[in-house]
Nanobody
């Protein structure tokens, strides 16, 4: 059964950077739409960033524009997070969607605290 696995979360201080990854286990990202969501405690799941394969169409939530970057390489896509703030603390979920397949990561905790 196809699945995607997230990695790279953790605890950082405000202003620091972190990169989280989403690996498809060999499934090519060609033709997919890649998204990162996050869910803070007591809140709903919000879209943070999205990109089509090849980077032709990329969008970001206003709160992360200029600080976060979504990218991909072969079978893995990434969310580079710079200048992190306490309000970025959340569980981050990756999602990759093809025409006939829609996969979600297990979620990974990112905590920004001094």
């Amino acid at each position: 059964q196809a699945q995607i696995v997230e990695s790279g979360g953790g605890l950082v201080q405000p202003g620091e950077s972190l990169r989280i990854s989403c690996a498809t286990g060999g499934l090519p990202l060609t033709g997919s739409i890649m998204r990162w969501y996050r869910q803070a405690p007591g809140k709903g799941r919000d879209l943070v960033a999205m990109s089509t394969s090849g980077g032709g169409d990329t969008k970001y939530a206003e709160s992360v524009k200029g600080r976060f970057t979504i990218s991909s390489a072969k079978n893995t896509f990434y969310l580079q997070m710079n200048n992190l703030r306490p309000e970025d603390t959340a569980v981050y979920y990756c999602n990759a969607r093809w025409n006939v397949l829609d996969l979600w990561g297990q979620g990974i905790q990112v905590t920004v605290s001094s």
